[in-house]
């Protein structure tokens, strides 16, 4: 069993930037692809990045294409996302998920484990 924490949200202005965390334990994190999703509220949850074990490839959504980037430390059981002239839009609640031993997708069907999300809040 997977447990994921995330941390880092808050409130920024437009044009700002925040990191958020995804601190992982309890499993074998190198073997895990991990995913950022968010959920703004009335809307479904939908895809925004991902980070793959084993190549450590990378996939954004076009909504945050160039602006958002994802890492990961396998020393720290961690992923990140760093999130870089934020707009209005990107308010919502970003979760992070991990899929064991998967190629990486958009689909949060793919993913097994999931954490409780963290709140970003960008004003105009």
């Known amino acids: 069993q997977v447990q994921l924490v995330e941390s880092g949200g808050g409130l920024v202005q437009a044009g700002g930037s925040l990191r958020l965390s995804c601190a992982a334990s309890?499993?074998?994190?190198?073997?895990?692809?991990m995913g950022w999703f968010r959920q703004a509220p009335g809307k479904e949850r939908e895809f925004v990045a991902f980070?793959?074990?084993?190549?450590?490839?990378?996939y954004y959504a076009d909504s945050v294409k160039g602006r958002f980037t994802i890492s990961r430390d396998n020393a720290k059981n961690s992923v990140y996302l760093q999130m870089n002239t934020l707009k209005p839009e990107d308010t919502a609640v970003y979760y992070c998920?991990?899929?064991?031993?998967?190629?990486?997708?958009?689909?949060?069907?793919?993913?097994?484990?999931w954490g409780q999300g963290t709140q970003v809040t960008v004003s105009s």
């Open positions: 998920a991990a899929e064991r031993l998967g190629g990486g997708s958009s689909s949060s069907a793919h993913y097994d484990y």
């Open positions: 309890g499993g074998t994190f190198s073997r895990y692809t």
């Open positions: 980070i793959s074990w084993i190549s450590t490839r990378t």
